[in-house]
């Protein structure tokens, strides 16, 4: 999360960046992957209101 208006997924163990989810418009305000790792959730900033959820491996 941050003021970068993407989601950005790394392999830490790799230290390369795996994807990169761009649907924000102000920056990140929060993200979490769902239990089952299937899904991540990201919530915009307070003047993007969005909430994303996106597919997972």
């Known amino acids: 999360s941050g003021h970068m208006p993407a989601v950005r997924v790394w392999d830490v163990a790799e230290r390369t960046?795996?994807?990169e989810l761009q649907e924000h418009k102000y920056g990140v305000a929060c993200?979490?992957?769902?239990?089952n790792s299937k899904y991540i959730v990201s919530v915009g900033y307070q003047h993007d209101m969005i909430v994303n959820v996106w597919a997972w491996k």
Do not use: I
Not at 31 to 35: D, I, K, Q, T, Y
């Open 17 to 19: 960046q795996v994807a």
């Open 31 to 35: 993200v979490a992957f769902s239990p």
